[in-house]
T-cell receptor, first 114, second 112 residues
């Protein structure tokens, strides 16, 4: 079983839809992250959770709403997205938010906005 | 602020060639340095890391040495294989910021 599992792997939605991305980690980690990966741009950190508390929100538009109900699960709720939000969304986890801890990534959800 | 600069890609090599992917960084304090690899259709995987000056990280034949004097962490491999084709990301994590800062990634293609 992989350490970090993301579902769905692919998602196509209209601009008025509401959908959610799910991430689950089986590593016993305390920190979880959402990243956005767009073509020809560096990886963008969106949100950081430590022990289910949000510790970072990198000026992400309110149409993206994260939720961390426990240390193993992380959701990204999507509403009224724009075409420029089409990207690969990656979830990651680490033992904690200490600076020298490596992060373990899921395979991502490829999101396309029509 | 902290930043990472990688050599522009794409990089195309023949099998068994020597590989170098340059990475330089700007950071306050003493960051930890990482190389991640992303194979097609997958997320990022940690390839190697170094946490202090002169440390050498190594894994799967890849190596990188933390050079504080040149603020560099270049990735090298002596003989690449077709299976090494992927996108490689250099990253740093600074004690003050407590988050990873990534370079823009370098796409590597190895031809048989």
């Amino acid at each position: 079983e992989t350490g970090v599992t993301q579902t769905p792997r692919h998602l196509v939605m209209g601009m008025t839809n509401k959908k959610s991305l799910k991430c689950e980690q089986h590593l016993g980690h305390n920190a979880m992250y959402w990243y956005k990966q767009s073509a020809k741009k560096p990886l963008e950190l969106m949100f950081v959770y430590s022990l289910e508390e949000r510790v970072e929100n990198n000026s992400v538009p309110s149409r993206f709403s994260p939720e961390c109900p426990n240390s193993s699960h992380l959701f990204l709720h999507l509403h009224t997205l724009q075409p420029e939000d089409s990207a690969l969304y990656l979830c990651a986890s680490s033992q904690d938010v200490a600076f020298n801890q490596p992060q373990h990534f899921g395979d991502g959800t490829r999101l396309s906005i029509l | 602020g902290n930043s990472v600069t990688q050599m522009e890609g794409p990089v195309t090599l023949s099998e068994e060639a020597f590989l170098t992917i340059n990475c330089t960084y700007t950071a306050t304090g003493y960051p930890s340095l990482f190389w991640y690899v992303q194979y097609p259709g997958e997320g990022l995987q940690l390839l190697l890391k170094a946490t202090k000056a002169d440390d050498k990280g190594s894994n799967k034949g890849f190596e990188a040495t933390y050079r504080k004097e040149t603020t560099s962490f270049h990735l090298e491999k002596g003989s690449v294989q077709v299976s090494d084709s992927a996108v490689y990301f250099c990253a740093l994590s600074d004690q003050g910021a407590q988050k990873l800062v990534f370079g823009q990634g370098t796409r590597l293609t190895i031809n048989p």
